[in-house]
């Protein structure tokens, strides 16, 4: 072969390597320098390592499985459960299992802090999982490592995405009420308000809408969405865009009749399928019958609105980049090395 072309065509399979593997490379992050913090508010560089417990606590995954799997056979929101709690716990001082720390006499965590207070739920089933594991491999696993592992499990579970979870998170002392009033974001604020929390995390608007899609499982309490039934803003009128779907807006208001009462009463998510983790979320958003405030006004933003759209259309996509932002959320703020602990019981500090 003429040496021109043999130089030509090893340039270009070099060039399309190079693209494919940083493309996947990207796709699954993995194995970064510390960043709690990188100048930028949080960093999502981590010395997280997917093989962190391979020769310590070789049995971890198998038994986080079984575990969640255990749990949902008598409940199957658990699962959707387990993904907020991941959630809940990374988005104050990072993913340290904070979240799970008792109150005690002397000391107040997040269990009952606004968001979380008679809404998070999981944590029998978080401390089942690690007296398992301490039976197996004592002292070794921590407490925010078994959460990230059970949201996985928990996708995985309701026919989501699988994802390798990089391991090696230390657990707090402690852990901060205020933190969680401030950081979770609310069901009742603007989208911009919402952004900016994900942003000061290290996270972007793209991962405000993927992540997002976790409310294709799972139910929400009446309180959190009334408002739009019967009085929106004040009109005495529902909420134009949920009146457009009449069928589901009647199914709501029987389900949360506009009496105090109807309060802790649930409702699906993602009504079409809430114990399916499909792409559903996004097409519901797309026929305005997205069930919070804070969903349906994703597509109010023409950016998210646009991804909105190419997930209601593509499942593979979202799948895929479900994972990459779970990835990204698991890996705020962690604690590493000789930071933090390794809790017995992940209810107490010690
Ligand atoms: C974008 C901002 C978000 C807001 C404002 C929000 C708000 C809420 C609210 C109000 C509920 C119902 C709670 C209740 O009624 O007790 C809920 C449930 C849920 N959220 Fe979110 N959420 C957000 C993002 C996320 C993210 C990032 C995830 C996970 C990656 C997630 C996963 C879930 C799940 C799975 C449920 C159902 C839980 C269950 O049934 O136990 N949410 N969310």
Same mark, same amino acid.
Not at 134 to 148: F, G, Q, R, W, Y
Not at 168 to 182: I, K, M, P
């Given at each position: 072969?003429?040496?021109?072309?043999?130089?030509?065509?090893?340039?270009?399979?070099?060039?399309?390597?190079?693209?494919?593997?940083?493309?996947?490379?990207?796709?699954?992050?993995?194995?970064?320098?510390?960043?709690?913090?990188?100048?930028?508010?949080?960093?999502?560089?981590?010395?997280?390592?997917?093989?962190?417990?391979?020769?310590?606590?070789?049995?971890?995954?198998?038994?986080?499985?079984?575990?969640?799997?255990?749990?949902?056979?008598?409940?199957?929101?658990?699962?959707?459960?387990?993904?907020?709690?991941?959630?809940?716990?990374?988005?104050?001082?990072?993913?340290?299992?904070?979240?799970?720390?008792?109150?005690?006499?002397?000391?107040?965590?997040?269990?009952?802090?606004?968001?979380?207070?008679?809404?998070?739920?999981?944590?029998?089933?978080?401390?089942?999982?690690?007296?398992?594991?301490?039976?197996?491999?004592?002292?070794?696993?921590?407490?925010?490592?078994?959460?990230?592992?059970?949201?996985?499990?928990?996708?995985?579970?309701?026919?989501?995405?699988?994802?390798?979870?990089?391991?090696?998170?230390?657990?707090?002392?402690?852990?901060?009420?205020?933190?969680?009033?401030?950081?979770?974001?609310?069901?009742?604020?603007?989208?911009?308000?919402?952004?900016?929390?994900?942003?000061?995390?290290?996270?972007?608007?793209?991962?405000?809408?993927?992540?997002?899609?976790?409310?294709?499982?799972?139910?929400?309490?009446?309180?959190?969405?009334?408002?739009?039934?019967?009085?929106?803003?004040?009109?005495?009128?529902? +909420?134009?865009? !949920? @009146? *457009?779907?009449? =069928?589901?807006? $009647?199914?709501?208001? &029987?389900?949360?009749?506009? #009496?105090?009462?109807? +309060?802790?009463? !649930? @409702? *699906?998510?993602? =009504?079409?399928? $809430?114990?399916?983790? &499909?792409?559903?979320?996004? #097409?519901?958003?797309?026929?305005?019958?997205?069930?919070?405030?804070?969903?349906?006004?994703?597509?109010?933003?023409?950016?998210?609105?646009?991804?909105?759209?190419?997930?209601?259309?593509?499942?593979?996509?979202?799948?895929?980049?479900?994972?990459?932002?779970?990835?990204?959320?698991?890996?705020?703020?962690?604690?590493?090395?000789?930071?933090?602990?390794?809790?017995?019981?992940?209810?107490?500090?010690?």
């Amino acid at each position: 072969m003429d040496h021109k072309i043999s130089m030509y065509l090893f340039v270009s399979y070099l060039a399309i390597f190079t693209l494919f593997f940083k493309g996947f490379v990207s796709s699954f992050p993995s194995g970064y320098n510390n960043g709690y913090n990188n100048g930028h508010g949080y960093g999502l560089t981590s010395n997280l390592n997917y093989r962190f417990y391979d020769r310590s606590c070789p049995r971890l995954q198998t038994i986080v499985k079984s575990g969640v799997w255990r749990a949902f056979k008598d409940d199957s929101r658990i699962a959707a459960s387990l993904l907020r709690l991941h959630f809940h716990d990374c988005f104050v001082n990072g993913c340290d299992g904070s979240i799970l720390l008792n109150d005690s006499e002397d000391f107040k965590g997040e269990k009952n802090a606004r968001p979380n207070r008679n809404s998070v739920r999981g944590f029998e089933v978080i401390e089942d999982i690690k007296s398992d594991i301490e039976s197996s491999c004592p002292l070794t696993v921590s407490c925010a490592d078994i959460v990230a592992l059970a949201a996985r499990e928990a996708v995985v579970l309701t026919g989501g995405p699988f994802w390798p979870v990089p391991l090696g998170r230390r657990d707090s002392l402690t852990a901060s009420e205020q933190a969680a009033n401030t950081n979770i974001p609310s069901p009742f604020e603007p989208l911009e308000n919402i952004t900016a929390k994900f942003v000061t995390l290290g996270l972007d608007l793209k991962d405000v809408v993927v992540l997002s899609g976790a409310h294709t499982i799972g139910f929400a309490q009446c309180f959190v969405f009334k408002h739009r039934l019967f009085n929106f803003k004040g009109s005495g009128q529902p +909420d134009p865009n !949920l @009146a *457009a779907s009449s =069928a589901l807006l $009647s199914k709501l208001k &029987d389900t949360c009749p506009n #009496v105090d009462s109807s +309060d802790s009463k !649930l @409702a *699906a998510l993602d =009504a079409a399928s $809430s114990v399916k983790f &499909d792409n559903a979320y996004y #097409v519901n958003l797309m026929n305005n019958r997205g069930l919070l405030d804070s969903d349906q006004t994703l597509m109010t933003n023409p950016t998210a609105a646009a991804l909105v759209k190419s997930y209601s259309e593509n499942p593979y996509l979202f799948s895929k980049d479900f994972a990459v932002s779970m990835v990204k959320m698991g890996n705020i703020g962690v604690m590493t090395g000789s930071d933090g602990v390794i809790r017995a019981k992940c209810g107490f500090p010690g």
